[in-house]
Nanobody, 114 residues
Framework: VQLVESGGGLVQPGGSLRLSCLVSGLVLDNYAIAWFRQAPGKEREGIACISSTDTTYYEDSVKGRFTISRKNAKNTAWLEMNSLKPEDTAVYYC?????????WGQGTQVTVSS
């Protein structure tokens, strides 16, 4: 099983990025997908998730700015990030879960700076 994130980079405050998570080695349909992030010196935190039935949840700091989505036929999930702030700077990780089975990607760096 592999989860590969892409789309990170350097962006100015107020800008946008779209992260992708391409999953291989499993059928995504019944998995919940989440995005986590970890800033330097801080713990990894969950910021958005989407269930197998497309119910979404957002952490307060990203609500209204970030959108999580998925397309099972493409075994892919995305995190659309708008109105980015310097405090969004972190390594972003994709996570897939079904029951007690969990899988992580290697992470992609997002840096918000002028």
């Amino acid at each position: 099983v592999q989860l590969v994130e892409s789309g990170g980079g350097l962006v100015q405050p107020g800008g946008s990025l779209r992260l992708s998570c391409l999953v291989s080695g499993l059928v995504l349909d019944n998995y919940a997908i989440a995005w986590f992030r970890q800033a330097p010196g801080k713990e990894r935190e969950g910021i958005a998730c989407i269930s197998s039935t497309d119910t979404t949840y957002y952490e307060d700091s990203v609500k209204g700015r970030f959108t999580i989505s998925r397309k099972n036929a493409k075994n892919t999930a995305w995190l659309e990030m708008n109105s980015l702030k310097p405090e969004d700077t972190a390594v972003y990780y994709c996570h897939a879960r079904i029951g007690s089975w969990t899988f992580w990607g290697q992470g992609t760096q997002v840096t918000v700076s002028s």
